[in-house]
């Protein structure tokens, strides 16, 4: 342990500072500095050929400057930038050498060394500079270390963060899908219909947002709201009975009606989750689909009559993926029809029943509408595929059923 404040052990010093020194002619430095190579990697430029530039690639731990006014202005320079606040300056000097205190004070330099003194004492100013510089680099880099550590534990704290919110996403889909399926149990021969409609819709809503729906003003998740709240379109059927919901035969006009309720039932619970709280806003696209999905583009549908692009455009898109699954799906009722004449169906039905430009998107995306469907379609016996769809062909002004009624109620809109 050192005796002094001044000395230190011989491992402080073991690794050699570098010690930068400016020189005047004939200044009383030069004899001075000699004696400090035993301890310091001294390297010395004449005052007439240095350059700031020369002082960066030194990159010394300790500038000496004598106090002339070129020196005064490399020292601001030094101090001002990258290696300034790793940089002890010193201007070394007769006191009548700086003009003023603040002459000083601008060129930013750490400590001023009176002219004479000898080489012990210029030795040991050095030592506390040093030891002074040592400590700010040991400081900095603990701030270095805790600001990397901080880092990573935001980092951390984001991918934890990221985990929990999908896995809320995730427990919030598998919700509305069992919401969805429970309604879908009432009618237990539709399948996989909300998986295959759900996708299908999506890929519509893709290619809308790629640019394809003009005047349209569409939210940049839309699509993935469309994924998520398709399946919720006939949760109102919960509210419908077993005689009407599950009736092998034809419906009465009466029963109709009452299966037309089911849009204003699932729209009606949907609607309540957004109310009470905004967490449940993502349900509010739900419920426009499910009130609004059995609109037609011409305005002949129900419940409201709506026409053109007063049908919300999540339920103009739904409308047709919901559709082109029931088309290619086979029904106790009727049989599967093959998905290129389904996909005319929809063509044809374009500005009547369905939203042209929707159409147009589900057209340009067949090829991924075909991948979605057709691990489906070829699990259809052929005994319950028809290939071509003739009593429908030049029949305008009908809406193609989607319900669990008979086809042969095809000009009932439902």
């Not at 400057?65 to 002890?88: D, H, M, S, V, Y």
């Not at 896995?167 to 399926?181: C, G, N, P, S, Y």
């Not at 009606?268 to 449940?280: D, I, M, S, V």
């Amino acid at each position: 342990m050192a005796d002094s404040p001044w000395e230190v052990d011989g491992r402080f010093f073991s690794s050699r500072y570098k010690i930068f020194v400016v020189s005047d002619a004939g200044d009383e430095l030069s004899d001075q500095i000699k004696g400090l190579e035993d301890e310091f990697e001294v390297v010395v430029q004449p005052i007439q050929t240095v350059h700031l530039h020369t002082i960066l690639q030194s990159n010394p731990d300790v500038v000496l400057f004598p106090a002339t006014e070129e020196c005064f202005t490399l020292a601001r320079e030094i101090k001002a930038g990258p290696i300034g606040p790793f940089t002890q300056v010193l201007i070394v000097g007769r006191p009548d050498t700086v003009a003023s205190p603040e002459q000083f004070c601008a060129s930013g330099a750490d400590n001023f060394i009176k002219l004479p003194l000898s080489c012990d004492c210029l030795r040991l100013k050095l030592r506390a500079q040093v030891r002074i510089q040592q400590h700010l680099r040991a400081a900095v880099e603990r701030v270095w270390k805790l600001n990397a550590e901080i880092q990573r534990i935001n980092r951390e704290l984001e991918m934890l963060a990221e985990i929990r919110f999908q896995e809320i996403i995730e427990v919030r889909d598998l919700t509305i899908f069992a919401l969805a399926k429970l309604a879908e149990s009432r009618d237990p021969e539709t399948g996989e219909h909300l998986e295959r409609m759900r996708w299908y819709s999506r890929i519509i809503a893709e290619e809308l947002c790629a640019g394809s729906a003009p005047e349209e003003d569409i939210p940049s998740r839309f699509a993935d709201e469309i994924f998520r709240s398709a399946p919720l379109h006939d949760i109102g059927k919960v509210g419908i009975p077993d005689s009407i919901l599950l009736k092998p035969g034809r419906l009465t006009p009466q029963e109709f009606e009452v299966m037309k309720q089911h849009t204003i039932i699932g729209h009606q619970a949907l609607q309540e989750a957004p109310r009470k709280n905004a967490a449940g806003s993502f349900l509010a696209r739900a419920a426009e689909i499910a009130r609004s999905h059995h609109e037609r583009f011409d305005g002949t549908g129900y419940p409201d009559g709506l026409a053109g692009k007063s049908i919300p455009l999540a339920a103009r898109v739904v409308t047709v993926a919901d559709v082109f699954d029931a088309l290619t799906s086979p029904r106790v009722y009727k049989k599967a029809i093959d998905p290129d004449v389904a996909k005319s169906i929809i063509l044809r039905e374009a500005g009547a029943q369905f939203d042209p430009h929707v159409v147009a998107a589900f057209e340009r995306r067949w090829k991924d509408i075909c991948a979605v469907g057709e691990p489906y379609w070829q699990q259809i016996p052929e005994e319950k595929l028809e290939r071509s769809f003739a009593e429908f062909k030049g029949v305008a002004g009908r809406s193609i059923p989607t319900e669990t009624v008979p086809l042969t109620q095809k000009a009932v809109p439902c």
